[in-house]
């Protein structure tokens, strides 16, 4: 990454910290007073969707098993763009794997759709577990022995 581009992005973090702390000490006041506090504070282990993601909860874990515990903890099929964000959150190391930024989304959507013994592609392009659409994968390979056996190409059992 080009140095302006890494400075420009380390005085973007230094400006969010300082304003963060400006809604800490404002919250605080509000919350004295008995008042709802205004300000949502951009925390590391804040939540993402209806989760919580502690900021080292993916570092040093394979992306399998990161995504798939990502997955867990929403309880819900998401986007490959919400499990990467996620991931990154939590630490993951795409920069361990290889994963480029500007691919980054596109490789985690690819790792997903190939590793169908863990995860499961929706055919509204959302990923979920395997383990929680049985009935739908059953269903799928039904469909495929179905038109196996019309084209011809289904297998004959020998005794």
């Known amino acids: 990454m080009a140095d302006w581009l890494e400075q ?6 230094a400006t969010q910290a300082e304003l963060d702390n400006q809604k800490r000490a404002a919250n605080t006041f509000y ?13 590391p282990d804040a939540s993402i969707g209806s989760v919580r993601i502690k900021a080292d ?3 040093g874990k394979g992306f399998a098993t990161a995504a798939r515990v990502y997955l ?8 490959g763009e919400d499990i990467a964000r996620g991931l990154e959150q939590g630490g993951f190391d795409f920069d361990a794997q290889g994963w480029k930024d500007e691919n980054r989304v596109r ?3 690819m790792s997903l759709a190939k590793n169908t013994s863990i995860f499961h592609r929706l ?3 959302l990923f979920g577990l395997k383990d929680w659409y049985p009935e ?13 056996e019309k084209n011809g190409d289904a297998e004959v059992e020998e005794d």
């Open 8 to 13: 420009m992005v380390d005085e973007i973090r």
């Open 31 to 43: 919350r004295k007073k008995g008042e709802p506090e205004p300000f949502v504070i951009d925390d």
């Open 57 to 59: 909860e993916f570092y």
């Open 72 to 79: 867990e903890k929403r309880k819900t099929a998401v986007s």
């Open 107 to 109: 490789t985690v959507a």
């Open 123 to 125: 055919p509204n392009g």
């Open 136 to 148: 739908a994968i059953e269903r799928k390979k039904g469909k495929k022995n179905d038109s196996a």
